[in-house]
């Protein structure tokens, strides 16, 4: 007499449920990078999706249990499904660990933020309002959050920070370069995170031939939390403009010092 096995009906769902959530997960974050959803909508998918992934865990767990007491078929189905959901299911943890380890704050500055105005897009600008840090708890969090001052010129001075904003990829949206007579240069640039949020980054060089302030800003557009993106790239980009910095002047000892004026050549035929 032959002895029929039957294969999981758990099994069979785990792994059905797996094979959807990676899906889920992949296209709502393309449709948002691309803007073919909002952000809003780009919300409600993702929580769609993490519970689909966590569902699919859910039942994965079950049907290897069952399996473990049945002798049943379909461990591979089982086992496909938690992998398939907890793939899913890594960019929410780590978001979460982010979210746990990181203050809930969506602009952080160097200096007062209305030297540094943003450049909106349409649709930006019913965002919510900015959540903000206090002076000690921005301290506490990004201690390199700070305003630079460098003993180099302002024109030099922000060709160091355009070349590292185009380095960085970042789109530009705005450029007041500083001329003759100017004592002021701003760069504003948009930037995309991997799940598609836009992000906005304003740097602000002040000064004169032998000095220079820079200030940065970076905010998030039509987000609730940043998982500390935000005061993460002030602190790396300030950084090695420190390094870039310290390098041009160890290679170029009168980089900060101002050009002398050329004398005047005597008109031709004069004494």
Known sequence: MRILIRTSRWAIWARRLGSVSIPLVVISVLLHRFRLITSDLFLVAAVAAGLVALLAVATALIALARLWQTGDRGWGLALAGLLFGVLSLSPYAWYGGLA???PVVTDIATTDRGLMPLVFEPGTQAMPPPR???AAELASTFPNVETR????GLVPTFGLIRAMVD???WDIRLLREPGSGSELGQLNAQIMTLPGWREEVVIRVTGSLTMSVVDMRSASLNALHDF???????EDFLAALDDAVTTLLR???????????EPEEAPVGTE
């Open 100 to 102: 746990l380890t990181n």
């Open 132 to 134: 903000m840090l206090s």
């Open 149 to 152: 001052t460098y003993p180099l």
């Open 167 to 169: 380095d960085q990829g």
């Open 228 to 234: 500390g993106s935000n005061g993460s790239r002030i």
């Open 251 to 261: 290679d170029n000892p009168n980089a900060n010092q101002p050009l002398e004026a």
